[in-house]
Structures are given as structure tokens and as C-alpha cells.
């Protein structure tokens, strides 16, 4: 399994915007789906993105759709995930999820987890 570490999160307004980061640990990076994931204090963890390991081609939310931007760098084994005009709903406990295999927006189908990293917008 691959380990990851999220950073980046934090305390933004309204419309604003903060960039996750998701370092890896593991000689097979590439071959892994990477994916973030949120969740909000008394709601279930919900699929945020997701970005293939064999063609690097994005899937996002309807709810991110448009404002996040996933992206990888295999040289440094880190995913991003970039949020512009963030609201207020989007508050939650971000996690970043490792798989092998197909895109997914599944989180049980995800092997490998991040602790999480806080984003909370102010309205």
C-alpha cells in the first residue's frame, strides 16, 4: 500500500480559494487512482474527485464541478487538489484515498487513506 499526507487546508472566505496536497510514499504511485474525498461533521464521507493512474483524465462531483481542479505529479508523488470559489458548503474534513485499479467514487473501494486536513469557509 501506498501512504499519503494531506496538507494545505485551512480558514478561508467565501470565494476563496486553497490548494490541497496529497505526498506519497511507495515506488508504485503511478499506478495508482488517486481520489479526495470530504466529510462534514454528521453527514457521510462523499466523493469529491477523482484522477485515473492510466491516463490522468479528471471525474468530479456535480457539487465541484467547475471551481476544483484535481491534478498529479508523478516526479514529486503528489496529487492536488485546487479550490477556487469556495462556499460555505464546502466546510468538511478533506481525505485524500489511494486505489489500484479503475477510477472510482466509491470510498470503500479506496485502500489507502490520508488523516485529513480541515477546510472551513466562512460565509
Known amino acids: 500500500q501506498v501512504q499519503l499526507v494531506e496538507s494545505g487546508g485551512g480558514l478561508v472566505q467565501a470565494g476563496g480559494s486553497l490548494r490541497l496536497s496529497c505526498a506519497a510514499s511507495?515506488?508504485?504511485?503511478?499506478?495508482?487512482?488517486m481520489g479526495w474525498f470530504r466529510q462534514a461533521p454528521g453527514k457521510e464521507r462523499e466523493f469529491v474527485a477523482a484522477i485515473s493512474w492510466r491516463d490522468g483524465n479528471p471525474y468530479y462531483a456535480d457539487s465541484v464541478k467547475g471551481r476544483f481542479t484535481i491534478s498529479r505529479d508523478y516526479a514529486k508523488k503528489t496529487a492536488y487538489l485546487q479550490m477556487n470559489s469556495l462556499k460555505p458548503e464546502d466546510t468538511a474534513a478533506y481525505y485524500c484515498?489511494?486505489?489500484?485499479?479503475?477510477?472510482?467514487?466509491?470510498?470503500?473501494?479506496?485502500?489507502?487513506w490520508g488523516q485529513g486536513t480541515q477546510v472551513t469557509v466562512s460565509s
Open positions: 484515498a489511494a486505489r489500484m485499479g479503475i477510477l472510482s467514487t466509491i470510498a470503500s473501494m479506496y485502500s489507502s
Open positions: 511507495g515506488r508504485t504511485f503511478s499506478s495508482y487512482t
